[in-house]
């Protein structure tokens, strides 16, 4: 069996403040990932581990085979994540599953071109890219646990393939991340604020209008110009500077 989980965090105190986790979440997810996962079983870690190599050693001692989706937090060289237990360290991964095709990811993968991509990174169940399919997680939603990739959950994520129909807050917390509850505010934004997030949606709307269109389109995977788009959605460049950046590429 396949299992997914995002961004443990492991030893790091102020995730407790920022996501609202217990005072023995690492002890928690250790619990639920070795009584889940089995030494046959393979799990695809979709980054932020730890920023402690120890606990990233400790992960790699547990239960199963680790893949691991670098996040932004993982800056370790691969080698050492592989000398610690894990099969493969890559950026993201691709996979058929019962001809469903999904990208992996950390963040999520904006212009992509699989059936869905499913990523953590947010903390949250947010989704602002109207033009593909996502499925965010939440560890904190998922209880702490390993989620599998079960005969249930890929039929349900065919469904919405099939249909074009990027999953609702409510469908996406069906798939296993329903262990809170309901959702709060953040999960109906990208948590740094509703404007923020407006404003994010808008700028992406804007980088779909730009890259796919000439001379853009051509260079886009080339020169992976998209990496630069990021950086103006997340608001940290100007457009008047990610159009002179990505203009040197064409």
């Not at 443990?8 to 023995?24: A, F």
């Not at 209880?143 to 393939?161: I, M, S």
Request: include cysteine.
């Amino acid at each position: 069996m396949i299992y997914i989980i995002p961004d443990t965090h492991l030893g790091h105190e102020n995730i407790k403040k920022y996501c609202n986790r217990p005072d023995n979440f690492e002890k928690l997810i250790e619990k639920n990932w070795n009584e889940t996962i089995t030494e046959k079983d393979t799990v695809i870690h979709l980054g932020d581990i730890s920023f402690n190599e120890e606990w990233v050693k400790r992960l790699g001692s547990w239960n199963g085979r680790k893949i691991l989706v670098r996040g932004n937090h993982d800056k370790m060289p691969p080698d050492l994540y592989m000398n610690f237990g894990f099969t493969a360290v890559v950026e993201e991964i691709a996979m058929d599953i019962n001809n469903l095709i999904i990208l992996f990811s950390h963040r999520p993968k904006f212009n992509h071109g699989y059936d869905i991509n499913i990523h953590g990174h947010q903390h949250n169940l947010a989704v602002y890219d109207n033009k593909r399919l996502y499925l965010p997680l939440s560890i904190e939603h998922m209880g702490y646990k390993p989620l599998a990739l079960d005969e249930n959950f890929v039929d349900a994520v065919k469904k919405f393939v099939l249909k074009n129909h990027q999953p609702t807050l409510n469908e996406i917390m069906a798939l296993g991340q329903n262990a809170i509850g309901k959702p709060n505010n953040k999960d109906f934004y990208d948590g740094f604020g509703k404007e923020i997030f407006e404003q994010s949606k808008v700028r992406l709307e804007e980088c779909y209008k730009i890259l796919n269109n000439p001379p853009y389109n051509y260079a886009r995977y080339k020169y992976r110009l998209w990496r630069n788009a990021i950086r103006y959605i997340e608001g940290k460049i100007s457009k008047q500077e990610f159009q002179h950046t990505i203009g040197k590429f064409i």
